[in-house]
Nanobody, 121 residues
Framework: VQLVESGGGLVQAGGSLRLSCEASGFTFGNYDMSWVRQAPGKGPEWVSTINTRSTSTTYADSVKGRFTISRDNTKKTLYLHMNSLKPEDTAVYYC???????????????WGQGTQVTVSS
């Protein structure tokens, strides 16, 4: 399993970013996929999950209405569109193989290397 995130950076509050995650080493289209984040000094937090056919998406309450998860199975790529960013969204964002919000936060072997998102106030 290899997951490579990109698209993070420094943005002002209220701004937007789009994260990407390129997958290889497994049949991407057969797995639900998730985004997890970890803020400095805090434990991992589940952010969002999308099912294999993009017919179902779920979000943490903290990002609902601001973030949108999507995927392109032909490109083996997962996305996270983040709008109306807040300083509390500052974290390293990881894409994760799997769709169970309770297990994806602990199975770090199924994460990518992460991409830093920093939101300034």
């Amino acid at each position: 399993v290899q997951l490579v995130e990109s698209g993070g950076g420094l943005v002002q509050a209220g701004g937007s970013l789009r994260l990407s995650c390129e997958a290889s080493g497994f049949t991407f289209g057969n797995y639900d996929m998730s985004w997890v984040r970890q803020a400095p000094g805090k434990g991992p937090e589940w952010v969002s999950t999308i099912n294999t056919r993009s017919t179902s998406t779920t979000y943490a309450d903290s990002v609902k209405g601001r973030f949108t998860i999507s995927r392109d199975n032909t490109k083996k790529t997962l996305y996270l569109h983040m709008n109306s960013l807040k300083p509390e969204d500052t974290a390293v964002y990881y894409c994760a193989m799997g769709g169970n919000r309770n297990t994806v936060v602990v199975l770090k072997n199924n994460w990518g290397q992460g991409t830093q998102v920093t939101v300034s106030s």
